[in-house]
Nanobody, 125 residues
């Protein structure tokens, strides 16, 4: 079992920055792919970024160059630094943990075993 708790969301103007945090507990943190997804009202949950088990980072095309993801295994924390935010980034952001058979499936929400409750990010124009 893994418990995930997100924090750091809020209201920010376009062009601003936020840093989201995800605190993980309950199992060996480093054995999971840790991902960030977002879900806007009326839309499906979509992939944002992930740290794979080999340490590589992956990003959705819509956020490349603006977001970075990092992890601290000692603290069981994952961070999502979001810069140059746009109104279309407005959504609830969820942290997820996955141990899929194939790491290349990191972008699919269905392979994630555990989710946090989410943190709201609102970007005003």
């Amino acid at each position: 079992q893994v418990q995930l708790v997100e924090s750091g969301g809020g209201l920010v103007q376009a062009g601003g920055s936020l840093r989201l945090s995800c605190a993980a507990s309950g199992d060996t943190f480093s054995s999971y792919i840790m991902g960030w997804f977002r879900q806007a009202p009326g839309k499906e949950r979509e992939f944002v970024a992930a740290i794979l088990r080999n340490g590589d980072s992956q990003f959705a095309d819509s956020v490349k160059g603006r977001l970075t993801i990092s992890g601290d295994n000692a603290k069981n924390m994952v961070y999502l630094q979001m810069n140059n935010l746009k109104p279309e980034d407005t959504a609830v952001y969820h942290c997820g943990a996955a141990r899929p058979l194939y790491s290349a499936t990191y972008m699919y929400p269905g392979v994630y075993d555990y989710w946090g409750q989410g943190t709201q990010v609102t970007v005003s124009s």
